[in-house]
Structures are given as C-alpha cells and as structure tokens.
C-alpha cells in the first residue's frame, strides 16, 4: 500500500464520520468572544454540544413529526445562536 493510498483511506474514514457545517464569520467571533473561560476547547465543541442538547430535547409524534411545540423551541433556540432572524 502506498502513501497517497493510506492518506486516502484516511481522508474517507474522517469524511464518513464529520462534515463541515459554515457560518457567518460574525456568529464564529460571537461564540468565540461567548465561550471564552467556558470550559469548551473550541467553537466547534461548543457547537456540537448545543446541537446534541436541540436534538435529545426534541420529540416526534406517531407519524415521526416534530410536534409544534418543539418546532418553536427549536426555531427559538436557532435565533437566538443567530441563525434564524
């Protein structure tokens, strides 16, 4: 196995397991300035620590559907991270 080929096995294994989600610079530097002494290593952590906390709290009815009032907290909670105006 040659170099380039293990480099590529790597690079598919880390892109089967991570994506890359871009926000506006501003909101970046706004997490950034809000997580500092926070505890979080970084943006990204902080991130995905908010969005597993959106996602667990959230619940579905029979038919696999958010209920309404789910879908407010959520939107509420996106616009107030900035995604949502």
Known sequence: MTI???YEE???SKSDTKVTIKIPRPLYNS???LIADS?????NDFIVYILR???SITKTDVNGQFE???I??????????GYLS
Do not use: H, W
């Not at 907290?73 to 991270?81: A, Q």
């Open 39 to 43: 505890g979080f290593n970084s943006v």
């Open 72 to 81: 407010e907290t959520i939107k509420e909670r996106l616009r107030n991270l």
């Open 4 to 6: 380039s080929n293990r």
């Open 10 to 12: 790597r690079m598919e």
């Open 31 to 33: 997490l950034k300035a």
């Open 53 to 55: 906390d959106i996602a």
């Open 68 to 70: 309404n009032e789910e």
